[in-house]
């Protein structure tokens, strides 16, 4: 499903970073505009995109993304590292088309793999990522707190 024809996908801008804080606010990850602008400034390169979607020009959705080298191999991987929708317009095929845009992105780079982490405790993403294709059996995903 890539619905949402009125919804734009374009590169996220500093005039965001208000309403992409309070998106990642709204889904538990509390921060400020000037964090956001900070982070947004960190991902201006070819390895790095914060993608925005709009709808009637207001942000209601974005997702950031970062190419990785591997080591084991002589080629990159794109992984997502966020991805948010507003409640309000979810369901509505705004997450498919973020995440087209990440299929071009990593595309575009010739990924050999485009990764998203899901946690458990987001069973509609996990659903989402998997309806698109992403094997949800590999995961062997551990972090230790520093």
């Known amino acids: 499903m890539i619905a949402a024809p009125d919804v734009v996908v374009r590169p996220a801008r500093t005039a965001d970073a208000e309403a992409i804080a309070a998106l990642l606010t709204e889904e538990g990850y509390p921060t400020g505009p000037s964090d956001v602008t900070a982070r947004l400034a960190r991902f201006e390169a070819p390895d790095g995109a914060v993608l925005v979607a709009d709808l009637d020009e207001q942000p209601i959705g974005f997702i950031a993304l970062r190419a990785v080298p591997r080591f084991e191999h002589d080629d990159v991987l794109v992984r997502v590292l966020a991805l948010v929708v507003d409640p309000g317009a979810r369901e509505r095929g705004v997450g498919h088309r973020l995440m087209a845009a990440a299929e071009v992105f990593a595309a575009e780079r010739e990924a050999a793999f485009l990764e998203v982490t899901a946690g458990r405790h987001r069973p509609d993403a996990r659903q989402l990522y ?10 062997a995903y551990l972090r230790k707190r520093r």
Do not use: F, V
Not at 130 to 139: I, M, P, Q, V
């Open 130 to 139: 998997e309806s698109l294709g992403y094997d949800a059996t590999l995961t």
